[in-house]
């Protein structure tokens, strides 16, 4: 088959459009395998709205979900669903309406964009659905605009990046420079490490000396990186807003020859880093706890479902984990 | 095919490459250095392998866009059975290579055997290879570190890793088997004309289903040359590198249309489109400046081609 370039163009631009249109969300039945049957008031359905199930993080909040369903079958269902792409906030607003249509008593959910889906879940709160927010923080502006009132569950990444940021500035002094690897610059969690990391930097003297975004991906940060550490030759510290970043920028670092001279940190304590912390490439990670973020979400759910509890916002714990090189 | 056009057109290129060195070589302190030019030849090697088999499909007049996919399963395949199963690297990446073969041999016999475009076919590969990533590694990025890294550490005399020169190796058997062989001759004619050919009495299939397997399994070596550099297996990897191996394969000069273009000039494009990326990330340059640039550096570097060329159309 021949086409003319423009020809081709097209097609690329029709599939685009086609592709970002009708992505199906993914949608995993309920612990049992069956999709679930309609509702019982004695037995609440609880959704569990996230990102991508591909990011290793939502994954891991997936499966401790499920643990806690599976453990606790006669007090509720649950329905999990995630995205096919992180940052697609229309497929996000998509499964909202659809656990709507289905009936769930409450939507726990991780928002994708702590703004874009905001009406949508008050469209979910009118029709009498608990709404409780998990890992990203929703804006409190427009929260308070449209109304909705969501309880929030979940850790405070400013200060887990802070602590982080700390950590690296204990092994440097004033005026030492660093560079941030940042996330994707619309999510919340990434603006909230970067903060926490900027907070540590400035309370201890030292200077960013660059910063761009990484968008979360170990291949971009580590071209980031490689390039940060030519233009800066005197840089002490890459500080990743997470740990695939971190692995990135480590291999950076090693291909530079500077291993020990130029200190990495990362955030989330994912499985691949773990030999980093201990041959001490990778200074310090940061802990939130993912597996038990949606269990505490759903948790908090079930408990203002029962009238057991108010609504209150609670924060989970973030805690500091230090490599071989940070202790 | 490596005519005098040809190698103005190359010339062309490393024109406009000189010409970003020094824009960046002004604008920022340190990029004129040994280290800038180490690590974009550190970083070259697999885009380059995936441009040269892209090359070659497009020459055919056919498109690849499973290759970020294809490479990130690889990946996980070559990390897996590093990490999980204690593979030695000598079997594991053979292994790797292997399956980007494989998923190359699905995208050829179903775009030749069931004559579906490429383009549709190889967007489902893309799907489905991610997915297939996502299954083995469990979504979990793999560290496989000290295993793997010798490949990517530089070798003595030369100053860059194994990885460059053997990605130089493939660049030029592409460049040859396009340029000086019955089969590139067939990739040239089935690009222009398919029809043409198969009047002629001559099983276009063949050259097709071999196209893609070469494409995969070279994403394959790819997968190769990037987890040894991270010391990582990232299922995330590859994500939109089809879209820079096709800006790379268009501004080194290929048609889109098929039947015309070179490996060598893909090699040019893959080094502009490195460099660029290389020298605004030194430069601390913001995401939406930066992606602003490297379309507009895209689009021009084309535009400039087509006036080059009909300007010589002209003189002749």
Known sequence: MRRSASGWLWIVGALVLVGGCTKPPQEQPTADGKPAPPPKPAKPRVALVMKSLANEFFGTMAEGAKAHQAAAAGRYDLVVNGMRNETDVSEQVTLIEQMVARKVAAIVIAPADSKAVIPALKRAADAGVLVVNIDNRLDPAVLRETGLEAVFVGPDNREGARKAGEAVARQLSAGDGVALIEGIPTAFNSQQRSLGLEDAAMAAGLVIVDRQSGQWEMEKANAIAAAVLTEHPALKAILCANDSMALGAVAAVSAAGKSGQVLVSGFDNVPAVQPLLADGRLLVTVDQHGDRLAVEGIETALAILNQEKSPADRTTPVDLVEGQAAR | ?316
């Open chain 2, 1 to 316: 095919m490596i005519n005098k056009t040809r190698l103005s057109e190359w010339g062309g290129l490393v024109l406009v490459w000189l010409a970003i060195v020094a824009l960046f070589g002004l604008l920022a302190e340190h990029f004129l250095s040994a280290a800038t030019f180490t690590t974009l030849a550190g970083r070259l090697p697999a885009l380059a392998v995936i441009a040269a088999g892209m090359t070659l499909v497009v020459v055919s007049g056919g498109i690849d866009l499973s290759v970020g996919s294809v490479m990130a399963l690889c990946g996980a395949v070559l990390g897996l059975a590093v990490t999980q199963w204690k593979w030695p690297l000598l079997a594991a990446v053979p292994l790797a290579i292997l399956t980007g073969a494989a998923a190359g041999l699905t995208n050829g016999l179903l775009t030749a055997g069931l004559r579906i475009p490429s383009f549709l076919v190889t967007l489902g590969l893309l799907e489905v290879c991610r997915g297939l990533s996502y299954a083995v590694s469990g979504s979990r990025t793999l560290f496989i570190g000290a295993g793997i890294e010798p490949l990517a550490r530089p070798l003595p005399f030369l100053g860059v890793p194994a990885t460059v020169p053997a990605a130089l190796l493939v660049v030029v058997t592409a460049q040859i088997l396009l340029s000086k062989t019955v089969f590139g001759r067939h990739l040239v004619a089935i690009g222009t004309n398919e029809n043409a050919v198969r009047l002629a009495g001559i099983d276009t299939r063949r050259a097709k289903v071999t196209v893609f397997l070469l494409s995969g399994a070279l994403a394959g070596v790819a997968a190769v040359f990037a987890v040894a550099r991270l010391g990582s297996a990232d299922p995330n990897a590859g994500t939109g590198l089809e879209l820079a191996a096709i800006a790379a394969v268009v501004i080194g000069g290929t048609s889109l249309a098929g039947g015309t273009g070179s490996v060598i000039g893909s090699l040019l494009g893959v080094l502009v489109i490195a460099t660029l990326e290389a020298g605004l990330a030194q430069l601390g340059a913001s995401e939406p400046l930066k992606r602003m640039v490297t379309g507009g550096v895209i689009i021009a570097a084309v535009a400039a081609d087509g006036l080059r060329r009909r300007l010589s159309a002209d003189r002749d």
